[in-house]
């Protein structure tokens, strides 16, 4: 695949000072980017300056190093990975077809207005797909941003800062199907194919899991993990691998029957030594839904590994070019309203309003106006849902299994240094310590938040649950504490060296929900027992958890339970035109 225009920031191993050289778009040819650069066969410049320094740099093509080289005395630190051939995986072409259900159902003679609480992935993709199939949504939006666990907000400086630190995988089909049919691929920054841990052990070194692109899967992640002989020795390897063997040969039925264990009992009845969990999966049960592996369910970590195993560039990540709300949300809406539906913000829902037979008959917002329609969907998170749940409604079993479904606390930190921090990767990074999750230096993975001279860091503080009502001044000095040993020759607790130049907190009560054992069966169908209202969001039953993928998928369910109810919710609503008539 042609490496042209691809630049963006990744770990490279450079003499003296840098300049840094950023193009995110696509490889065709003759485009003009976002930045004006127009690539012919060339590398767009930001902020870059000519050193007169001799290139260094270690890519996988030759195409790359040729094309850098005829540039000149110029020294690259940043490069961008091509978008990986996901056309043509099972899983893409799956969510591909379901997607094109929409775009191909007959036009509705009568467009159904469809009102839906909540702008977060799940209600975007609800609204979206439902213009797609030819309907009216009306998109509720509480507060004055788009994205709900994606959104972000600028300060006074024009810098942003986020509600979390939010990849997209290779395994994210439906994501990956959404960003192709909005036309806005080129907005993701797809790094090197790996993952990569600190060492507590050794402060400031890292350890790697490399994916080799020669192999396919599962090849290339059982290399990637042979190869690493810090993190575990090979007697773990076997142990581990021979634990595995049953998820990967009972397939998505097994996966599912491992709801009811946590991943540390799990590891322990399979006889996978505890060591492997703590190197390992204490990082990734934190990454994956901020709670220690003594908590989270064993299915969410093999429903991730199915996929990162499975297929070949499940586990490669991308990270957005710039805010999620104008680099994606955006785009989600101008494309429903192109199509006839709406997106209100700061329309906050007070209250669902009942008729007699127990069906939806509004959204009472805050300021007392009352929005109706043919269908109602509820997509705002599980907990503020619980909240306004109808008192009608609470013996419903539907209903009453979301008790046991409750958002988890975390928080995201942002700090900006005075200075370019060196002990760093273009890519995720895995902390592996008590207090944080992961981390990544946004002012070289994010094109938007480029900064030559000086690091932003983002990270995800959890466990959460103790920190959470705490200041945001403890949390910034907890976090200097665990930076302190992730750059030990760059940051100190006191800030004697790497200083702060200011910090944003961001903290979340309730994110998503916290993936338990004996969750699994409390997750609601899209389709409530209630005739014409219906769910959306990641706590609702799909395939992918609680992660953006799974929001975006069980929008699409959602959208595709009312489109296959119209009928139904047309004979509704002529039914309760005819009645509104006698009156």
Known sequence: MPQIGLVSAVNLRVQGSSAYLWSSRSSSLGTESRDGCLQRNSLCFAGSESMGHKLKIRTPHATTRRLVKDLGPLKV??????????DN?????????????????????????IVIAGAGLGGLSTAKYLADAGHKPILLEARDVLGGKVAAWKDD????????????????????????ELGINDRLQWKEHSMIFAMPSKPGEFSRFDFSEALPAPLNGILAILKNNEMLTWPEKVKFAIGLLPAMLGGQSY??????????????????????????????????????????????????????????HGSKMAFLDGNPPERLCMPIVEHIESKGGQVRLNSRIKKIELNEDGSVKSFILSDGSAIEGDAFVFAAPVDIFKLLLPEDWKEIPYFQKLEKLVGVPVINVHIWFDRKLKNTYDHLLFSRSSLLSVYADMSVTCKEYYNPNQSMLELVFAPAEEWISRSDSEIIDATMKELATLFPDEISADQSKAKILKYHVVKTPRSVYKTVPGCEPCRPLQRSPIEGFYLAGDYTKQKYLASMEGAVLSGKLCAQAIVQDYELLVGRSQKKLSEASVV
């Open 77 to 86: 630190v940043c490069i961008d990975y091509p978008r990986p051939e996901l």
């Open 157 to 180: 400086d024009g810098d942003w800062y986020e509600t979390g630190l939010h990849i997209f995988f290779g395994a994210y089909p439906n994501i990956q199907n959404l960003f192709g």
């Open 255 to 312: 996966v599912e029957a491992q709801d009811g264990i946590s991943v540390k009992d799990w590891m322990r009845k399979q006889g996978v030594p505890d060591r492997v969990t703590d190197e390992v999966f204490i990082a990734m049960s934190k990454a994956l839904n901020f709670i220690n592996p003594d908590e989270l369910s064993m299915q969410c970590i093999l429903i991730a590994l199915n996929r990162f195993l499975q297929e070949k």
């Open 89 to 113: 995986t099972v899983n893409y072409l799956e969510a591909a077809f379901l997607s094109s259900t929409f775009r191909a159902s007959p036009r509705p003679t009568k467009p159904l207005e």
